[in-house]
């Protein structure tokens, strides 16, 4: 557990964790770090909890000694988020002390009985209401559905201008220092990439969503982005808010001047078409990145796709249809909404083709609208005048991609 001043009042507690899987799911390659706040001293509330505590006794006295807090000032907890890895330490805190109301949205409400059995003291927040402290610290609660989960709220402090965004600006990523100021370029971009990958996991479902309260968020002019995961930002909030924008803006489809080529082999024979077509992407001087689906985990594919304007699938047929890793990953990218990309498929068969054919119904299933060049299928090892065609579809790729994104 990590204590760390952020405002005058305004105190964040983070912890590092790692070694598990995100959601039961996702892989966490860099770790994550989880966010929780807290505001006031002579009457307190927590927002999303007490970040690192093991639930006992002790534990909890050594936050409120390094807090300087006193526990029977602790008069509100405030609940952006209801999923658990906010909220478990709610469990144990209540066995412990029960003198606190709970301000959540109305949805959260009707979880937190659920979770943890406390049904008494909640007061379901609207859009726009305020909650002060005697401290002199004034709580705005922001409606922020569907920013992963339909109960979610932000919360913005007025005195210190201060956005606690729950999982809006989040990001993955162990943190060696937890304020943008500090950070050096090196690690600014590390976390970059550490942003996109938390987006496409968790919230690329929701752009629309995000896009709304991301707007609700400049409205209040923050002069700190305190999130639920990832760095608090108060040197440049406005890349992180650009960052946001832009990653909402890729569902339209027109990402960076970047081709994944996503690539599913059985023995060899289509990745050896995937080698080809990366060799002429890189002689045409175009960003890209092969990916096997083989050995990746969906999370990375999902990062990477989720910033590609041109994606070429190349994958085996397997029992008449597509490789299943590949059918998975292109299935998780429909949820996703990784939509109106350009695109091509292409794949080694032997008996039989079929991968085009479920390639296709994939993407209309899931009513992706990408710009698809006409599949190509061949037989065993991929010979010139496969090669030849599969060649001038990544070409016209090419073109197509520095068109939309020119």
Not at 209 to 224: E, H, Q, R, Y
Not at 251 to 270: D, H, N, Q, T
Request: proline content about 3%; aromatic content about 10%.
């Amino acid at each position: 557990m990590t204590i760390v001043p952020i405002a005058e009042g305004i105190q964040l507690v983070s912890v590092n964790a790692e070694g598990f899987l995100f959601e039961g799911m996702w892989d966490l390659p860099y770790g994550v770090s989880i966010n929780s706040y807290v505001v006031g001293k002579k009457e307190v509330a927590l927002i999303d909890g007490i970040c690192g505590w093991d639930g006992t006794r002790e534990e909890l006295d050594s936050f409120l000694v390094k807090t300087g807090i006193e526990l029977e000032n602790i008069k509100y907890v405030i609940l952006n988020h209801m999923e658990p890895d906010h909220t478990e330490w709610l469990r144990a805190f209540i066995d412990i002390y029960q003198d606190f109301d709970i301000y959540c949205s109305k949805q959260a409400g009707e979880l937190v009985e659920h979770f943890f059995g406390k049904a008494d003291r909640i007061h379901p927040v609207k859009d726009g209401e305020t909650l002060e402290l005697a401290d002199g610290h004034k709580l705005t609660f922001i409606t922020a559905p569907g920013v992963h989960w339909p109960d979610t709220i932000m919360t913005f402090e007025e005195t210190t201008k201060t956005l606690f965004s729950c999982d809006n600006f989040g990001s993955f990523g162990l943190l060696k220092r937890h304020i943008d100021q500090f950070c050096t370029d090196e690690e600014m971009k590390f976390i970059e990439t550490q942003q996109q990958r938390y987006y496409a996991d968790i919230l690329a479902t929701f752009s629309t969503a995000v896009g709304m309260s991301t707007k609700k968020a400049i409205a209040k002019d923050p002069a700190i982005i305190a999130p639920g995961h990832g760095l608090v930002w108060k040197n440049d909030v406005g890349r992180i808010i650009a960052d946001y924008e832009r990653y909402v803006a890729y569902a339209k489809g027109v990402a960076k001047e970047e081709v994944l080529v996503l690539c599913g082999s059985m023995y060899g024979m289509s990745e050896k078409m995937a080698d080809h077509v990366a060799g002429i992407l890189e002689r045409e001087g175009m960003a890209h990145r092969v990916i096997s689906v083989n050995t990746t985990d969906l999370g990375t594919i999902l990062q990477h796709a989720w910033s590609a304007t041109g994606i070429i699938v190349v994958a085996s047929t397997y029992e008449l249809h597509i490789f299943p890793p590949m059918a998975y990953a292109l299935e998780e990218m429909g949820k996703k909404n990784i939509k109106n990309r350009i695109g091509f498929y292409t794949g080694s068969y032997g008996w039989s083709g079929g991968g085009n054919k479920e390639f296709n119904a994939i993407l209309e299933r899931n009513k992706m609208n990408w710009d698809l060049l006409e599949g190509y299928e061949f037989r065993g090892m991929p010979k010139e005048e496969d090669k030849k065609v599969v060649g001038d579809k990544t070409m016209e790729i090419i073109r197509k991609v520095r068109e939309v994104t020119a």
